[in-house]
Structures are given as structure tokens and as C-alpha cells.
């Protein structure tokens, strides 16, 4: 199964990001609009992993979090894009603030992914676009 590591939001921040959402949508009709409670904080991703690991991979990121001291994230007002002009890929939203304590977190879980072996090290050689 493919797994990322995320951070979920409370429901109101959902709402406010719902609502964003639904402003993109009424200006790009074509796109794939994650559902409301899909929206997250993607911290890794693990990719392709042996379901007998999962159990230990939440036991240790359970760990983890609780090793770490608490944040807040704040939104800003920014907008961006990947992709080239006319063919973008993904609508971001940016964040502000002093990263240095989910950089922490972010540290540790990729320590935690090396203990596991899910790392790895790859050359991306062509990306085909999403049919």
C-alpha cells in the first residue's frame, strides 16, 4: 500500500481551506479537488509499504509526536503553482511562520524512516502526465 506521513487539521481550518477550495472550483472546473476531509500537511512520503509495517510505523510515530514539542501553523496569503503556465499541475497555499520545530519533527520522522528501510534513493528519469 502507498502511505505519506501528514498532519491533520482541526475542522475549523478545514472549513476556511474547504472554503478556498471552493472558490479555486468555480474558476478551474477541469481539476481534482482533494475531498474536504483529505486536506492535510504532507510531512513524508513513504511510498510503497509492506503492510506488516504499518503497526510499527504508527507505534513509532506515535513516539515521535510525543517527543516533539507542539507548534501552530499560520496560513499566508500566498498562492502558488507547480507546473508551467498553462499546464499547472497543483494549487498550493502558503504557510508562514518559524518552521524550526516541524523541521524538528520532520527530522525525526525521516530518522524513523531510515530505521524502517523505507528510504530510498532514486533518479526520477520521466514523469508521464495523469491520464
Known sequence: ??????????PEILDKLYSLQNKLREKVRTARF???ENL???LQFLGQTPE???EAIKHSLKTVALGNRPF???FGAELGYFGPA???????????D???VLLELQKNILFLIITFCLFEVLISLIALPDK
Open 34 to 36: 482533494p475531498a474536504r
Open 98 to 100: 518559524d518552521f524550526s
Open 86 to 96: 498553462g499546464q499547472v499541475r497543483v494549487v498550493w497555499l502558503g504557510m508562514k
Open 52 to 54: 506488516e509495517a504499518v
Open 72 to 74: 501552530a501553523l499560520s
Open 1 to 10: 500500500m502507498k502511505l505519506f506521513i501528514g498532519i491533520e487539521f482541526q
Open 40 to 42: 492535510h500537511l504532507t
